[in-house]
């Protein structure tokens, strides 16, 4: 984040919780891969995201916010599984050996801009249905009675587009690590 952008938030908390939305994400999909349980990976993020809020103070403007952020959700998926006493698929060292490394921001910006370019390749049709689904959220269900489509038809575009878009951001980056 520009700093421009980071001083315009006013308090420390303010400004990593601007940081925290912006990068929301990644953090979502790093707890994700460690918290097999949709409603636990959501309590993670709460926990995760009153912490950094709490934590603001000693965030270091210009180093690696996610890999901070990510620090702290690592500690929260162990608190939750610990509190939870729970059977998981991973144990406590396998979360730790696979958190300790977070993805650098370039690859994510990277990342970002591969799928930004393929999503401007996809028909405006497939973009709809795509936009429905991540961005409202909406069940397979709800769009075919939206688009006039069947929930089946909905689904199997679905699973077309997100290979399309799975191989086009390969090429992109493919392309971006051989320049």
Not at 2 to 23: I, T, W, Y
Request: one cysteine or more; a neutral charge.
């Amino acid at each position: 984040m520009k700093g421009d952008e980071f001083n315009m938030v006013d308090g420390a908390s303010g400004q990593v919780q601007l940081l925290f939305v912006r990068h929301e994400g990644a953090i979502r999909a790093f707890v994700r891969a460690l918290q097999p349980s949709l409603a636990d990976a959501d309590d993670v993020m709460q926990e995760t995201f009153l912490t950094v809020s709490r934590k603001a103070a000693t965030f270091e403007p210009g180093t690696n916010f996610i890999a901070w952020a990510c620090g702290i959700a690592r500690l929260k998926v162990l608190e939750n599984l610990r509190q939870r006493k729970r059977a998981t698929v991973l144990s406590e060292a396998a979360i730790i050996a696979l958190s300790e490394e977070v993805p650098a921001p370039e690859s994510l910006e990277e990342k970002e801009r591969a799928l930004s370019n393929c999503l401007e390749r996809v028909t405006p049709k497939m973009r709809d249905l795509l936009w429905r689904r991540y961005s409202s959220r909406q069940s397979s269900d709800e769009m075919a009675v939206e688009t006039g489509m069947t929930s089946l038809a909905v689904r199997v575009a679905l699973s077309k587009a997100r290979g399309f878009l799975r191989d086009c951001v390969s090429l992109e980056l493919e392309t971006v690590s051989k320049s």
